[in-house]
């Protein structure tokens, strides 16, 4: 983690049963994906949005809310597949095996690499 990053700032969303990118998120639920007005200004309407300008309770089009990642929310899977002596992995079968020891959480909409979590 970035050490400028504190472990309640906002890294993603979820909805529509992916990760997405904050920019991507406010263009898609906040009015014109602008945070508007002074600190004040945004503090009147704060019990309402969080401070990237998401509504809280906001829908998806499923019907469920949208979430936000924290920096201190565990993203990434800490299994690591079996590797064979030939190469190859338990997950093979799988066209997203993961078995590098990087893992990367993808925006589902622009596909920007948002995180990365080195094993």
Known sequence: ???????????????????????????????DGKVH????????FRPCTDYNGIWYEQLDSEGNFVHPVFYSDEWYDL??????ADGTCDHDWDWQC??????HLIC???HIIIDQYSI
Do not use: W
């Open 98 to 103: 993961v078995c590098n020891d990087d893992q």
């Open 79 to 84: 299994d690591k597949p079996s590797v064979f």
């Open 37 to 44: 007005g002074t600190e004040s200004d945004r503090a009147k």
């Open 1 to 31: 983690m970035n050490s400028t990053v504190k472990a309640g700032d906002i890294l993603a969303y979820t909805y529509e049963a992916d990760y997405h990118c904050i920019d991507c998120t406010r263009q898609r639920f906040s009015d």
């Open 108 to 110: 589902g909409d622009c």
